[in-house]
């Protein structure tokens, strides 16, 4: 039961940490998002949660609306790209994530030459 919520804790409700990460890579829509999101991290949440926080990332400014292209298979889509403040956001959360886990487990070892 521990084990369950943290990995909840860890990916739902974290996800714009995941959204973040994605579209550093290339911006992107939100069905892309949540199909990478399964591939990439093994966990598929619900669209309109996905939706709800794209939405509450481009209003905090952390993604912007890059472009709205006609599709071959369907209606427009709109895509997303990280913002400065995005990468900068990004960026913080990674450097808490490893600070985190040295203190629990210890220097993450590299291998050797």
């Known amino acids: 039961m521990a084990y369950e ?15 973040l990460s994605l579209l550093k890579e290339a911006p ?3 069905y892309e998002i949540r199909e990478q999101l399964a591939k990439r991290f093994g966990f598929k949440p619900n669209e309109v949660t996905v939706y ?7 209003r905090g400014g952390y993604i912007a609306l890059q472009e709205v292209k006609e599709s071959k298979e369907g209606p427009k889509r ?6 400065p403040k995005g990468e900068e956001a990004l960026g913080k959360a990674r450097r808490f994530l490893e600070e985190s886990y040295e203190r ?4 993450i070892q590299t291998p050797g030459p």
């Open 104 to 107: 629990l487990f210890g220097a």
């Open 78 to 83: 709109k895509y997303y790209a990280l913002t």
């Open 28 to 30: 992107r829509y939100g």
């Open 5 to 19: 919520r943290l990995v909840r804790k860890l990916t739902v409700e974290n996800l714009w940490l995941y959204i």
């Open 52 to 58: 709800a926080v794209l939405f509450r990332l481009k």
